[in-house]
């Protein structure tokens, strides 16, 4: 079922100018998307909705807008060009290459829908009476389950820790995982594949320079650290933030914009006092679930998946995943970076990148809790989530993207009943109004029931009609997206009512 909704999705994005495929008359470029006139009004909303929440809102911190070129040694002091690296396995027969580690855990995912499976048989054999934590703890079948997938998780964890390749290939032996289209079990040993990007920067071949496209945007917050730190007058704990573009050669570039090769992030750097770093990391992980959720699409969806294999630089990791049309999945990374990356920038650029604390009269390299967002699983998550075919009282369907109305790429149509008799002078007369404060649309092809499906379609949450009446009565017919409700509103109220709703700044109020 799950994967009919997915293709709904795609084709639902695609036909309503939100994501196209890149390069498509050329026949496309594989994991890279474009996002269409809704589209990137939808991403705008969301890139507002997070910087404002995290850097208007917080005093302690400040955004920026670093360069997607860096020189060349940034990603040699983090890491990233020795051990940015994931783990493939090529199939000999089907001659398909995938991740390693993404056919192991999409093994515990099958195991995971088993138990999904036993809670919702039991949910309807128990009714009201259903303890969920209870009998995910007590029931024989699914206790098994959850400890199957603890022991090969923790075993995959260890082997990538220990760069042990050889055991993740016998661990995919063992469970006797098969190639996913085509059932072989003909697997070659595992390798390690480096996922960044090279170029050139230069003229003449000689004298190039190799560079990277960036593959995260943190680096160039960590660059810049002293700049801000030191022109904004800093003082711990505090924060820089951006949102960028940043690059990854995915080996399997699958699933729509989950997993593309070029996308954005929006990403978070917390400068804090050694030895309080986790407890801003316990902080942030709250205050990031708190930030999806107040979205509204509903709390169930998200949950942590605390790390078992961390990563070079960290002391404590986890994700905020959400329930994608293909299972629960990473949307956010949340990280305790220790000092890690500063210390390793002074090491290879000779500068010193510390704090002096005033309190205590000494300097030291801040620690660094990071919280890393992809804008374009933001988007997924949001949109996926949105998209419904409802059942009418009349027995008709209808298709609604019911997205978070501050989030809604137009927020109100304004559609004339008909295009003569003065109905189109009248209703621009509302647009140009209401389009100092809001995206607004005019309509006047096809009849008042095609443009309100339409609108539906596209997630608009307000529809206002100008008919005949309005030029004697000043009023207008205001139909609701959710409610389909449709009521007769004086213009002069109009943007009010509709504020109510669509502007962000309830959002914000209730973070
Ligand atoms: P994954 O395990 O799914 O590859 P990751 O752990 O490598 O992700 P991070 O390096 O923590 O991801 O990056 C932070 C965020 O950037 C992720 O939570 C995700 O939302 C986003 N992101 C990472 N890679 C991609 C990609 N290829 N396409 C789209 N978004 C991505």
């Given at each position: 079922m799950s994967e009919d909704i997915f293709k709904k999705v795609i084709s639902h994005a695609k036909e309503y100018g939100f994501i196209f495929q890149s390069s498509e008359i050329y026949d496309g470029l594989s994991a890279v998307y474009d996002y269409g006139q809704n589209g990137a009004e939808l991403k705008n909303n969301i890139k507002?909705?997070?910087?404002?929440?995290?850097v208007q809102m917080n005093e302690n911190i400040v955004g920026i807008?670093?360069?997607?070129?860096?020189?060349?040694?940034?990603?040699?002091?983090?890491?990233?060009?020795?051990?940015f690296n994931d783990p493939l396995i090529d199939n000999k027969d089907s001659k398909k290459r995938y991740r390693a580690d993404v056919l192991i855990e999409d093994y515990c995912a099958k195991i995971e829908s088993k138990i999904d499976k036993e809670v919702e048989k039991a949910a309807k054999r128990f009714g009201e009476a259903f303890d969920k934590k209870e009998f995910l703890a007590t029931n024989g079948r699914v206790v098994e389950y959850q400890q199957k997938i603890d022991a090969i998780l923790h075993r995959m964890g260890q082997s990538l820790e220990k760069e042990d390749l050889e055991d993740v290939k016998a661990l995919i032996e063992e469970l006797e995982i098969a190639d996913p289209v085509t059932g072989s079990k003909n697997w070659t040993d595992v390798r390690q594949f480096n996922l960044m990007f090279g170029?050139?920067?230069?003229?003449?071949?000689?004298?190039?320079?190799?560079?990277?496209?960036?593959?995260e945007t943190a680096q160039g917050i960590f660059l810049n650290y002293l700049n801000?730190?030191?022109t904004g007058r800093m003082k711990l704990p505090f924060g820089i933030a951006q949102i960028g573009k940043a690059f990854r050669n995915e080996i399997v570039a699958r699933q729509f914009i989950f997993r593309q090769?070029?996308?954005?992030?929006?990403?978070m750097q917390f400068f804090v006092k050694p030895g309080t770093e986790l407890d801003w990391y316990a902080k942030w992980k709250e205050t990031r679930l708190r930030w999806h959720q107040t979205l509204g699409l509903g709390n169930d969806n998200y949950r942590f998946h605390d790390?078992?294999?961390l990563a070079h630089y960290a002391n404590a990791a986890a994700d905020i995943e959400f329930k994608f049309p293909f299972g629960f999945k990473e949307l956010e990374g949340i990280h305790s970076r220790t000092d890690f990356d500063l210390k390793a920038h002074e090491k290879f650029s000779g500068k010193k990148l510390q704090y002096f604390d005033n309190e205590t009269n000494e300097s030291y390299t801040p620690y660094v809790v990071e919280t890393s967002v992809g804008?374009?699983?933001?988007f997924l998550s949001v949109f996926s989530n949105s998209l419904k075919e409802e059942k009418l009282e009349d027995g008709s369907e209808r298709i609604v993207l019911a997205l978070p109305p501050a989030l809604a790429p137009i927020k109100v149509a304004i559609l004339p009943l008909v295009k003569k008799d003065g109905l189109p002078e009248f209703a621009e007369k509302i647009v140009k109004k209401l389009r100092l404060d809001y995206n607004v649309i005019y309509e006047e092809k096809d009849s008042i029931g095609k443009r309100y499906r339409r609108m539906d379609a596209i997630g608009t949450p307000f529809c206002v009609t100008v008919d005949h009446d309005s030029l004697d009565d000043n009023s207008v017919t205001l139909r609701h997206r959710d409610t389909m409700e449709q009521k007769r509103v004086n213009i002069d109220e109009l943007a009010a009512i509709i504020d109510l709703e669509v502007n962000m700044k309830y959002l914000f109020e209730k973070l």
């Open positions: 507002q909705y997070w910087w404002k929440a995290m807008d670093s360069a997607i070129f860096m020189h060349p040694t940034t990603w040699k002091a983090s890491g990233h060009v020795d051990a170029t050139k920067l230069g003229a003449t071949a000689d004298q190039a320079m190799d560079l990277y496209l960036r593959p801000v730190q030191k090769r070029e996308f954005e992030q929006m990403e790390h078992e294999k804008l374009d699983r933001m």
